[in-house]
């Protein structure tokens, strides 16, 4: 996954979150149907996707405001409203500390659940403080908002960042007829040089020599062929004789 959030494959990190304990998730010990779905990972999200993304290397930090905050708000259809920091938009902002450390685990979260997946995971980058919609709900590892709080936001169906490039790519797939004007000339027959023309005639084109069993092609079968007519046909031979002698000529003892 890591590879393919900076290649635009994935556009957005999401956190999945719906805290269990293990008392519950063991709902499916038996049958793993019966699990109940999703784990705790809002609190954790940003710093393992840093951690992964920016300090291993693979994105930058434009990349990661992108998948973190400013695509899920266009697929959403709230941009520019939401995931930039613009007049008039709501006034949702991470103060972030990019060297700061923390170590998850899930004696220190506040999320639910008693476990956490990231346990002892030393990441890099921490939020120092987190405003939303003007108001400080978290700042130095304390949270200071209220239940109730939230806002219902209306969306507007069939968002242009995800939609507009299937518009596109249905355009692009449209098959289109090519105008011709027919051929009304004499039509020449290519045949195999050397053969005689039989039925129906066959293509001038290269061949190779067939497959064995198993479709693997036969290496020790030449395709060479000295069969037919050569190029050297009319030189006239040359008279020859073979010498019974060793290389240097023939030697005898000297006595």
Same mark, same amino acid.
Request: net charge positive.
């Given at each position: 996954?890591?590879?393919?959030?900076?290649?635009?494959?994935?556009? *957005?990190?999401?956190?999945? =979150?719906?805290?269990?304990?293990?008392?519950?998730?063991?709902?499916?010990?038996?049958?793993?149907?019966?699990?109940?779905?999703?784990?705790s990972g809002v609190q954790d999200r940003m710093s393992?996707?840093?951690?992964?993304? @920016?300090?291993?290397?693979?994105?930058?930090?434009?990349?990661?405001? +992108?998948?973190?905050?400013?695509?899920? &708000? $266009?697929? /959403?259809?709230?941009?520019?409203?939401?995931?930039?920091? *613009?007049?008039? +938009? !709501? #006034?949702?902002? @991470?103060?972030? !500390?990019?060297? &700061?450390?923390?170590?998850?685990? +899930?004696?220190?979260?506040?999320?639910?659940?008693?476990?956490?997946?990231?346990?002892?995971?030393?990441?890099?980058?921490?939020? /120092?403080?987190?405003?939303?919609?003007?108001? @400080?709900?978290?700042?130095?590892?304390?949270?200071?908002?209220?239940?109730?709080?939230? $806002?219902?936001c209306p969306l507007r169906s069939f968002p242009d960042?995800?939609?507009?490039?299937?518009?596109?790519?249905?355009?692009?797939?449209?098959?289109?007829?090519?105008?011709?004007?027919?051929?009304?000339?004499?039509? #020449?027959?290519?045949?195999?040089?050397?053969?005689?023309?039989?039925g129906t005639p066959l293509a001038d084109t290269p061949?190779?020599?067939?497959?064995? =069993?198993?479709?693997?092609?036969?290496?020790?079968?030449?395709?060479?062929?000295?069969?037919?007519?050569? *190029?050297?046909? =009319?030189?006239?031979?040359? &008279?020859? #004789?073979?010498?019974? #002698?060793?290389?240097?000529?023939?030697?005898?003892?000297?006595?």
């Amino acid at each position: 996954m890591s590879f393919c959030l900076p290649s635009d494959t994935l556009n *957005i990190v999401a956190s999945d =979150h719906r805290p269990f304990t293990t008392k519950q998730k063991a709902m499916g010990k038996e049958d793993f149907t019966k699990i109940p779905h999703g784990v705790s990972g809002v609190q954790d999200r940003m710093s393992v996707v840093w951690e992964r993304g @920016v300090v291993g290397g693979k994105m930058d930090e434009n990349r990661f405001v +992108a998948i973190t905050s400013s695509n899920a &708000a $266009k697929i /959403l259809n709230l941009y520019p409203r939401k995931g930039r920091i *613009i007049p008039g +938009a !709501d #006034a949702d902002v @991470v103060v972030w !500390d990019p060297e &700061a450390t923390k170590t998850i685990s +899930a004696s220190t979260q506040v999320q639910g659940g008693d476990f956490n997946l990231y346990e002892n995971m030393r990441c890099h980058g921490v939020p /120092l403080v987190t405003i939303s919609r003007g108001r @400080v709900v978290y700042e130095n590892g304390v949270f200071m908002c209220a239940e109730g709080t939230g $806002k219902f936001c209306p969306l507007r169906s069939f968002p242009d960042t995800v939609y507009k490039k299937l518009v596109q790519r249905e355009k692009t797939l449209k098959v289109k007829g090519v105008d011709r004007t027919p051929y009304l000339g004499d039509v #020449a027959v290519v045949v195999h040089p050397g053969k005689k023309e039989m039925g129906t005639p066959l293509a001038d084109t290269p061949t190779r020599p067939v497959t064995r =069993h198993g479709g693997m092609r036969d290496l020790h079968e030449s395709s060479f062929s000295l069969s037919g007519s050569q *190029i050297d046909d =009319h030189v006239p031979k040359r &008279a020859s #004789a073979r010498i019974l #002698a060793p290389p240097g000529g023939r030697s005898s003892g000297i006595w």
